[in-house]
């Protein structure tokens, strides 16, 4: 069987008519329609197809112009020459600190043709590089999580109890932020098999109830919606926790036996110090909630069985280790850690594999060697590290400085999507020397860049596909030819290595088949059960078969009931109520989300119609655009306000940028909020005094501040805009 594999899930490639096609891979019960779209990559109109050197950057203009220049194509020689000679200049001159390796996961579900991987391998053995750690998705959670429960539980998804489970325990499943479906279609690596909407429906028929708080009632996929005010989830759920104290409904001795903090824990829900008790008459104007239903949901909790559901976006916010802290205290206290399908979960529905009783594909990569420089930053710092060079910032109870960066080099990942206040970012990315991307369209990021490689796609090289926290194994097919002078990232950074002198460990004389064959020997040796490889390359996938149920460890489960046996990896062994590193840094403070004089909360959820900003131009994506505009939207009152018509081009603005939409009215908006999706391409235009992202990208809008001292994470959630008419 041919298949292609992309993170949407596998798909059957279709020659029967002499153009490929893509079809539903036969076992997937749940398909995502989107990565059917990636074919239309092939003529993209926004495709590169030659190396590509900025105008300004020839001419010595420092950087001067990047982001406002034009391109002129060079052949594959001179290119990989220029990159070469900038790379030896630059170690040379300031050393191997002085170059950044900018690259991030989703720019390939394949092992060998990997971005990243192939960036860092090259990188490596040029000398190394500065690195970034931790993600986008989920960097302000990870840093955070060891600190309550230890660092085997910091891996998304890894404290969560599986579907089975919570299906058969049939738990009140309380969920903040929710988890919307569409999120649930995509998996890094791919899946051959999209199984959350089965469970979800399950759980449901069988009694379930599920009660999802958020501000969009999009965001519950099933059971009751019940709106909240944008970051006031940790203040509901202290409130709640109030509730279970002043009623005398915590097992104190219990809770003693698994924890610790408990008592200065009742002690910040009592208001000793800050002299505000955290009743629901506290939370009820910060969260939009009346007291009464908070109360109502409290005490559910404590019937239980429960279990507390946090989206990942609810971290990704200034202070955003608060929910997942509150949260986490909330069951403990509750009773409900430890349970069979109850407690906690962080990201049900996130990506695919989350909550799925499954054996993880956890195999080898494309090898990337020792890096020689131990230097790096969190990966949402890297504005700050362009425009603070020297500087320190604190990280997890540490100090950082800040490099000196001459050398940027890009590949896989689009900085000028993810990252936040893009403008802030643009200038700061002038700053360094050069800047290297490679990628197969003109992305902002591309367009910020001194010379580009074009890249071929997913679909026009072959690959072996895999996610490690899934059970699908693929051989993802060549389904056509790139363009003549496009090339992969592997033989354009094995032509540079070899201007460097050291191809030959580079490559290591293998050719892409070899390395692919390689890799899946390696997945061999971890699961002997799978076939041989010319069985695999007949087959075209691969699948593990299911864990018995008895197999599929529930998280803390052997913990709470024999603590002593079982210890957790934190200082006292136990789940932490009140770390010190989180009393040191204030976020066992301050409750209350940040308010200015705008009058819009900006949510930005990942969009339906694409994974993050790829298959930007995709007929998919363009049909959910009108009159060319992303579409935002907000309730009919809040349109009302601004004096707006549902359908009318209009500009959302604060004091960090404009962006230009088209809005519409959507009663599941709560009011005071309005909702852009994430995706659209940055490009930013002059219109009279004022810049203005027409790609309508809502992180021209967020602010680039770090979550806090202690995970310095991304700080997208929680942005006040404006909404107001468009006058051009």
């Not at 112009?65 to 990159?83: C, E, N, S, Y």
């Not at 200038?427 to 003109?442: F, G, N, Q, Y």
């Amino acid at each position: 069987m041919e298949l292609f594999a992309s993170h949407f899930g596998a798909y059957e490639v279709d020659r029967t008519t002499g153009t490929p096609t893509l079809r539903p891979f036969r076992h997937d019960p749940c398909p995502s329609p989107l990565g059917q779209d990636f074919l239309s990559l092939a003529d993209d109109p926004e495709r590169i197809l030659s190396p590509m050197a900025r105008r300004g950057w020839l001419e010595g203009d420092a950087g001067a112009k990047r982001g406002q220049d034009d391109f002129v194509p060079i052949d594959m020689d001179q290119a990989t020459q220029l990159a070469a000679h900038e790379l030896d200049r630059v170690r040379k001159a300031y050393g191997n600190r002085a170059i950044f390796g900018g690259s991030y996961g989703w720019g390939s579900a394949g092992r060998f043709h990997h971005p990243q991987s192939q960036l860092k391998r090259f990188l490596n053995m040029a000398g190394g590089f500065v690195s970034a750690r931790n993600t986008y998705s989920y960097g302000t959670a990870k840093v955070l999580i060891p600190h309550l429960v230890g660092d085997q539980y910091a891996d998304p998804g890894g404290l969560n109890p599986t579907w089975d489970r919570i299906i058969d325990a049939q738990p009140f499943i309380l969920s903040f932020g929710g988890m919307r479906l569409s999120n649930a279609q995509v998996e890094a690596g791919g899946t051959g098999a999209h199984r959350m909407p089965a469970y979800l429906e399950s759980f449901i028929k069988n009694g379930g109830e599920m009660l999802t708080l958020s501000p969009d009632a999009r965001d519950a996929p099933a059971g009751e919606h019940l709106a909240i005010n944008a970051g006031a989830d940790a203040a509901a759920m202290l409130a709640m926790a109030h509730v279970l104290l002043v009623e005398n409904a915590i097992d104190h001795s219990a809770v003693h036996k698994i924890s610790t903090g408990l008592d200065a824990f009742c002690d910040l829900l009592r208001g000793v110090d800050d002299g505000f008790e955290k009743s629901p008459e506290w939370a009820a104007p910060i969260t939009g909630i009346d007291a009464k239903t908070l109360r109502d949901i409290a005490r559910r909790l404590s019937h239980g069985p429960a279990l507390i559901n946090l989206a990942w976006s609810l971290q990704r916010a200034v202070k955003g280790e608060q929910p997942y802290w509150a949260a986490l205290a909330l069951a403990t206290i509750s009773g409900q850690i430890g349970r069979s399908g109850c407690g906690i979960a962080y990201g049900l529905g996130a990506v695919s594999s989350v909550g799925v009783p499954l054996r993880r594909l956890k195999g080898p990569a494309f090898e990337q060697g020792p890096n020689p420089v131990s230097d790096y930053i969190p990966v949402a710092r890297i504005t700050q590290m362009l425009e603070q060079p020297g500087q320190q910032i604190a990280y997890n109870g540490d100090k950082l400085t800040l490099p000196d960066i001459r050398l940027i080099w890009w590949a896989g990942g689009n900085p000028f999507h993810h990252h936040q206040d893009l403008n802030r970012l643009a200038k700061a990315w002038r700053r360094p020397e050069t800047v290297i991307v490679h990628d197969s369209v003109w992305t902002a990021t591309a367009r910020h860049a001194d010379l580009v490689f074009p890249s071929a796609t997913s679909f026009e090289r072959q690959d072996i596909a895999a996610g490690s926290r899934d059970d699908w194994l693929f051989l993802s097919t060549q389904v056509m030819e790139p363009p003549q002078g496009v090339e992969t990232d592997h033989s354009v950074l094995s032509r540079i290595s070899k201007h460097l002198g050291f191809a030959d460990k580079f490559h290591e004389g293998l050719s892409a088949d070899d390395w692919i064959a390689r890799l899946y020997k390696g997945y061999q040796t971890a699961f002997p059960e799978l076939p041989n490889w010319e069985q695999f390359c007949q087959d075209g996938f691969a699948h593990l078969a299911p864990p018995a149920p008895e197999d599929v460890e529930q998280p803390l489960e052997k913990f709470v009931a024999a603590p002593q046996t079982w210890p957790l990896s934190t200082p006292s062994g136990k789940i932490e109520l009140m770390p010190k590193l989180m009393q040191k840094t204030g976020l066992l403070s301050s409750f209350e989300p940040d308010s200015t004089r705008a009058s819009l909360r900006l949510l930005s959820p990942q969009p339906a119609q694409r994974l993050h900003s790829q298959l930007n131009m995709s007929p998919t994506a363009q049909a959910a655009r009108k009159h060319g505009c992303e579409i935002a939207r907000a309730h009919p009152k809040e349109l009302e306000r601004a004096g707006v018509k549902s359908g009318e081009i209009c500009l959302l603005s604060n004091q960090n940028g404009t962006v230009q939409i088209v809005i519409e009215a959507d009663i599941n908006v709560m009011e005071g909020h309005v909702t852009l999706v994430t995706g659209g391409w940055y490009n930013p235009v002059k219109r009279e005094a004022h810049q203005v992202d027409l790609g309508g990208n809502p992180n021209t809008l967020t602010a680039d501040l770090g979550s806090s001292a202690l995970s310095q994470g991304a700080s997208a959630g929680g942005a006040w805009v404006d909404l107001r008419p468009s006058t051009w």
